[in-house]
């Protein structure tokens, strides 16, 4: 949800200017530019994308004024998504929050050891946490194509007194895809 200026706690002062310098004249449709130079928007547009799931387009969204029109979202979300000290911002972010490649290295490291550990309840978490990320929560599987036999349904037929045509009706044998769960 989109709040305005004023129900945002996390705007202490508009991060979109008004002014970008130029004068009025020549400005053209784009009213509004934000600073990307400013520390506290670099930190709101990082912290923004992070809890958006680096979509920078939503993180704009969320921050920007409800009247801001999407062509200028689009903009600002393409310039911040490019710029070094957002980039640096979201990755103190990440590793704040234990979602940087290291924290990750180390919790498989983690998971590794439990799974060698003499204790049964943390090796049974961490197979099934290790084997959610390495294998697939679905399989798909062909089933083997049907091999026929010679002279199948002449020897039922011989065992069980019946004809020849009444022990085998004619079924397709085509491989069928199941999925395993």
């Known amino acids: 949800m989109t709040k305005t200026k004023d129900e945002n706690p996390l705007f202490k002062h508009n991060p ?10 020549k400005r053209g449709p784009r009213s509004q530019v ?10 709101l547009v990082a912290n923004a994308a992070i809890t958006k799931g680096l979509d ?6 969320a921050i920007a004024p409800k009247d801001t029109p999407p062509v200028l979202i689009a903009d600002v979300a393409e310039r911040a998504e490019q710029h070094p000290k957002i980039r640096e911002a979201i990755e103190r972010g990440l590793k704040a929050r234990g979602l940087d490649e290291d924290s990750k290295d180390e919790f498989v ?8 550990s003499a204790d049964k309840e943390l090796m049974q978490t961490a197979a099934r946490i290790l084997g959610r990320g390495f294998i697939s929560e679905k399989l798909t599987v062909e089933k083997p194509a049907a ?8 020897g039922i037929a011989r065992l069980t007194g ?20």
Do not use: C, H
Request: aromatic residues 8%.
């Open 34 to 43: 934000l600073n990307l130079d400013n520390p506290a928007t670099i930190e």
């Open 109 to 116: 490291r983690q998971m590794w050891s439990w799974l060698r």
């Open 147 to 154: 091999l026929p036999i010679e002279g199948f349904a002449e």
């Open 16 to 25: 979109f200017k008004t002014n970008d310098g130029l004068p009025k004249s």
């Open 162 to 181: 019946e004809s020849a045509k009444e022990a085998d009706p004619e079924e397709e044998s085509t491989p069928a895809k199941e999925t395993v769960q």
């Open 56 to 61: 920078y387009e939503e993180a704009i969204r």
